[in-house]
């Protein structure tokens, strides 16, 4: 298996919904990472998992909550956000935290209403 | 820290013409180089990475880059183009501790018929 899934691909919420989004490899990879991409721009790092253990938190808020129950599983719990959340979040994952490239699920479309 | 800069916004190339994507980085030491490729609403799929060692490196899809020191770059190329290679295309830079990897801007490619 040499893909990272996501689920849902589509999901509309209301500004006071909790949801999550959900990630899954079986490629062994122990890094894990969360991305927000918005229409015609880069993806931006939002959390990195290394060994099922925060490593990064680029400074997101807190309506924002990773969680990696094993290394096999990423999950974003959302609560409370805001239209300006809609944006297409990727879920990514490698051997190692950084160097040695990632492999990208296809993403969740999120709009917020 | 580390950056990446594509100059190029969007480029159009006739079909079977040849092609080549910049790409500028700015970076203390030898970094870590990748190019993705995005179609719209998907995931990125990697086409080729530069750790060290041979400076010309293949990818998938018949895509090549060149790593220059001295110019800071890593310029992506094909000698011809395909209408199916339409898409959004993205540098990356990792710094060695390789606890993340930055994106640039995007340079989006059109293929005239």
């Known amino acids: 298996d040499t893909e990272v899934t996501q689920t849902p691909k589509h999901l509309v919420m209301g500004m006071t919904n909790k949801k999550s989004l959900k990630c899954e490899q079986h490629m062994g990879h122990r890094a894990m990472y969360w991305y927000k991409q918005k229409a015609k721009k880069p993806p931006e790092l939002m959390f990195v998992?290394?060994?099922?253990?925060?490593?990064i938190n680029e400074s997101v808020p807190s309506r924002f909550s990773p969680e990696c129950p094993n290394s096999s599983l990423l999950n974003l719990h959302l609560h409370a956000l805001q239209p300006e959340d809609s944006a297409l979040y990727l879920c990514a994952s490698s051997q190692r935290q950084g160097a040695s490239g990632y492999t990208f699920g296809s993403g969740t479309r999120l709009t917020v209403v | 820290a580390q950056s990446v800069t594509q100059p190029d916004i969007h480029i159009t190339v006739s079909e079977g013409a040849s092609l080549e994507l910049r790409c500028n980085y700015s970076?203390?030491?030898?970094?870590?180089l990748f190019w993705y490729v995005q179609s719209p609403g998907q995931g990125l799929q990697l086409l080729l990475k530069?750790?060290?060692?041979?400076?010309l490196v293949q990818g998938i899809k018949g895509f090549e880059a060149e790593f220059k020191r001295s110019q800071s770059s890593f310029n992506l190329r094909k000698p011809s183009v395909h209408w199916s290679d339409a898409a959004e295309y993205f540098c990356?830079?990792?710094?060695?501790?390789?606890?993340?990897?930055?994106f640039g801007s995007g340079t989006r490619l059109s293929i005239r018929p």
């Open positions: 998992y290394s060994y099922e253990k925060l490593s």
């Open positions: 990356a830079v990792g710094d060695s501790s390789a606890s993340k990897i930055i």
């Open positions: 970076y203390g030491a030898t970094p870590y």
């Open positions: 530069y750790f060290s060692g041979d400076t």
